[in-house]
């Protein structure tokens, strides 16, 4: 029931509706989707020796770790049509090292002012091939990864394709999983083989994990190239971009998970400054943002408008506002003197804003269990952000 097809209803042309998409008949579908549909129902096919996949490669002064990405990638850098840098101003000798290691006939090298997301906006508008990923430095992906994560985006129309990665310190060492939104979709919804998220299920899980990101880690991923130059990363959420993009097109960009671990994340130490990035009203940015993404959603499919879960979607977000608001009132009691537990007011900011919470989690659990049964909605929303 949750895995239904959400293209067709709202989202961006060209992704067909896919149908439901489970057990190991994957491989001889996505081959018939591949011969048999016209244009229009699918994305184009990959040529005989190379994937329609075009590179991003955003870089900044990142010549420590350089050497080994640009040797992770010539695992498959045949597979690609093109890698496009967008370089932020490096003085490293970072320009110059890719210009010697990557065939001048794939590279496009590309000089822009420093910004993050402005730079990975950037080489989304310069990208010529259907499929897009960001490969960013000190992340790695496997050959069969890309191998597989087209396959699943084709075989499944999606525009997105979301998995999770191992994770790895600065010298390359595996270390201790943190539990990322990826990790609890593959739990909630026992994905053994590529799913396609129903559209509802998709936001409504992206709100259950604000402030991080359902896409986790774009560098695992693998994006439809007219999704991101429709809808480029949003600049005003300092470094959780990925998180508004996720919240933004939920209801429009069909989003496919794959439980296979393909890529590696590393944690490391940044080679920009992170000052400018911290934002205090993440919350209420996050917020306002998923109001807009639904009311638009809304107002262009009436078949949205109907479906009973919209009421519960809209009652999330009615309810998430009205906790963080009791919950700024209540610390601002707390500021006061005397102390707040001897005023009613804090008392009460205090109750409404437990009421709200369990009304958020009430909605919430009722919407996860259309897709995975009441029980597995319970254990995930148990850890998930409130």
Request: net charge positive; charged share 25%.
């Amino acid at each position: 029931m949750g895995w239904r097809s959400i293209a067709g209803t709202g989202g961006f042309p060209g992704l067909a509706q896919p149908g439901d998409w489970t057990g190991p008949a994957m491989a001889i579908r996505i081959a018939l989707r591949v011969s048999l549909s016209g244009p229009g129902c699918m994305p184009p096919a990959a040529s005989k020796d190379r994937l329609p996949i075009s590179v991003v490669v955003p870089t900044l002064n990142v010549m420590p770790m350089l050497p080994e990405h640009v040797a992770g990638m010539r695992d498959w850098l045949d597979l690609v049509e093109e890698v496009v840098v967008v370089d932020s101003e490096s003085t490293d000798g970072t320009r110059e090292y890719l210009e010697q290691h990557i065939d001048q006939g794939q590279l496009r090298f590309f000089s822009r002012p420093r910004g993050l997301y402005q730079a990975w906006n950037y080489g989304i508008d310069q990208v010529r091939a259907p499929y897009t990923y960001i490969s960013t430095v000190g992340d790695t992906i496997s050959r069969e990864g890309l191998q597989h994560l087209h396959a699943v985006a084709a075989g499944l129309d999606a525009g997105v394709v979301i998995s999770p990665p191992r994770f790895i310190d600065e010298a390359g060492r595996p270390i201790a999983t943190p539990v990322w939104p990826i990790h609890r979709l593959l739990r909630l919804f026992s994905a053994d083989q590529p799913r396609l998220l129903e559209r509802w299920a998709a936001f409504g899980l992206g709100l259950t994990t604000m402030p991080q990101a359902i896409l986790g880690s774009s560098a695992s991923n693998l994006y439809r190239s007219d999704c991101l130059k429709r809808s480029h990363f949003p600049l005003e959420f300092g470094m959780a971009g990925d998180t508004a993009w996720g919240v933004a097109n939920a209801l429009r960009v069909p989003v496919a998970m794959t439980g296979r671990v393909i890529s590696d994340f590393r944690f490391h130490e940044k080679s920009y400054n992170v000052a400018p990035f911290p934002i205090d009203d993440m919350q209420e940015r996050l917020e306002s943002l998923a109001g807009d993404a639904l009311d638009e959603a809304l107002a262009g499919d009436a078949r949205l408008r109907s479906a009973p879960e919209t009421g519960l979607l809209q009652a999330m977000l009615e309810q998430r506002r009205a906790a963080r608001l009791h919950r700024i009132e209540l610390s601002a009691i707390r500021r006061k003197a005397p102390p707040w537990y001897l005023r009613s007011a804090a008392w009460r900011a205090l109750a409404q804003r437990n009421r709200a919470r369990r009304e958020y989690r009430r909605y919430a659990l009722q919407l996860l269990a259309r897709s995975c049964g009441r029980t597995r909605a319970w254990s995930a929303l148990r850890n998930m952000k409130r």
